[in-house]
């Protein structure tokens, strides 16, 4: 068993195997159901959560960990989060940021409501709509400045890209401060979701 679980590779490989198998047990007890809409509406859902999981989950780890620590480690040692860790969890973030927002985006055309909830629901007055259109907005500003704000000044900050160091200082404080608008705008964005599966 350690075997397996001192494997990243080898645990998420299982994982899905678990996932499958329980996938088809309740497939059987439930005497089957078709491949519809419906069922790749249940895939691409499933597929949000995981993801969305990953990109919130590493969100509070830089809010909640990272940042707030770093002062607190030894010079001599911060190459090691700045390095290999930093630059290993922004490639998770910055991919579960896009994969959460195509894969919500596909299921709110699947089930309907991509044009009504990116209105706002203007119009048709759908509170559900109005709902997880806020969400998806919020989703979306958010996934912008992962992509356009706090990756380009990461890559500065951190060394990948070479510049001036006052330049990188600049890019450390400008990433920071949007990742932390990230943060800010996290809470309205998963309340305005599970509003809208949960309250209409």
């Known amino acids: 068993m350690s075997n397996l679980l001192s494997s990243l590779p080898k645990t998420v490989h299982i994982s899905l195997i678990l ?10 007890q439930n005497g089957g159901f078709e491949f519809d809409t419906l069922f790749w509406s249940w895939i691409f859902r499933y597929i949000h959560v995981v993801v969305g999981t990953m990109w919130i989950g590493l969100l509070w780890y830089f809010n909640f960990v990272q940042i707030p620590n770093m002062p607190k480690i030894p010079d001599e040692q911060k190459p090691a989060i700045s390095k290999v860790i930093a630059p290993a969890a922004l490639f998770y973030f910055r991919w579960a940021a896009a994969l959460t927002i195509l894969s919500g985006l596909i299921v709110a055309y699947l089930n309907g409501y991509l044009h009504d909830a990116l209105k706002l629901s203007y119009g048709s007055g759908i509170p559900k709509h109005t709902a997880i259109g806020i969400g998806m907005w919020l989703g979306i500003i958010m996934a912008f400045n992962v992509w356009f704000v706090i990756w380009p000044n990461q890559k500065r900050a951190l060394g990948i890209i ?39």
Do not use: D, H
């Open 19 to 28: 996932g499958i198998i329980l996938f088809l047990g309740l497939f059987f």
């Open 162 to 200: 070479e510049c001036e160091p006052e330049i990188k200082a600049k890019s450390a404080k400008t990433a920071m401060l949007f990742s932390r608008t990230n943060a800010l705008l996290s809470l309205p964005m998963l309340l305005s979701m599970v509003a809208a599966q949960n309250l209409y």
